[in-house]
């Protein structure tokens, strides 16, 4: 079992930037590789960025790439999300996930989630 808590979500304008971290524990953090989601209002749940357990492999949804860096530091079992030059189309909760397999390019699969935390993009 992994428990997932993100934090650093909030209000922004639009150009802005926020981090936002997600501390596991419960299970060895470097065995698993880690996601963002995110769901904004009425839409469903899309990915965002992973990242592997090493660091040595991460992917982006087109719509983030060139703007978010996901990245983890295994020793405080955390990852991370900079999000940079941020738009009104990036409102919506985001979610770290946990997955015990890395598959590059995968969105799916993820066995373990976080309750969310709110990003808000004002124009």
């Known amino acids: 079992q992994v428990q997932l808590v993100e934090s650093g979500g909030g209000l922004v304008q639009a150009g802005g930037s926020l981090r936002l971290s997600c501390t596991a524990s419960?299970?060895?953090?470097?065995?698993?590789?880690m996601g963002w989601f995110r769901q904004a209002p009425g839409k469903e749940r899309e990915f965002v960025s992973a990242i592997s357990v090493a660091s040595l492999g991460w992917y982006y949804a087109d719509s983030v790439k060139g703007r978010f860096v996901i990245s983890r530091d295994n020793a405080k079992n955390t990852v991370y999300l900079q999000m940079n030059s941020l738009k009104p189309e990036d409102t919506a909760v985001y979610y770290c996930a946990a997955n015990s397999v890395y598959r590059h390019g995968s969105t799916s699969g993820y066995e373990y989630w976080g309750q969310g935390t709110q990003v808000t993009v004002s124009s």
């Open positions: 419960g299970s060895t953090f470097s065995n698993y590789a």
